[in-house]
Nanobody
Framework: QVQLVESGGGLVQAGSSLRLSCVAS????????VTWFRQAPGKEREFVAT????????YYDDSMKGRFTASRDSAKNTVYLQMNNLKPEDTAVYYC???????????????????WGQGTQVTVAS
């Protein structure tokens, strides 16, 4: 199958930037898309951005569009999430998840994924 490992989180001040990485291993040729989610304490896991591997098409949550950018380096089997102008409300554990083998009806729903990384904590201080 596919394994995912996130890194790049940390404690930063509001207005700073971070770049998260999600390294895939295993049967990476079967990855259809990788999606970033985040989960703040006491809240549900929410969609951040997704990148489709066949054509590098990207989709973002409207509230993060313009500040967050997803990209990938196919040679490194790595997907990135560049986060700029971070706000305290961006504080959460960030997860990457993979769609393996094909799409799902709604890529923004966490329930459609069965391949997850362990998460990386992002804390934004005001």
């Amino acid at each position: 199958q596919v394994q995912l490992v996130e890194s790049g989180g940390g404690l930063v001040q509001a207005g700073s930037s971070l770049r998260l990485s999600c390294v895939a291993s295993g049967r990476t040729s079967r990855i259809y898309a990788v999606t970033w989610f985040r989960q703040a304490p006491g809240k549900e896991r929410e969609f951040v951005a997704t990148i489709r591997f066949s054509n590098d098409q990207k989709y973002y949550d409207d509230s993060m569009k313009g500040r967050f950018t997803a990209s990938r380096d196919s040679a490194k089997n790595t997907v990135y999430l560049q986060m700029n102008n971070l706000k305290p409300e961006d504080t959460a554990v960030y997860y990457c998840a993979a769609l393996v083998g094909g799409p799902v009806p709604n890529c923004r729903r966490p329930g459609g994924y069965d391949c997850w990384g362990q998460g990386t904590q992002v804390t934004v201080a005001s």
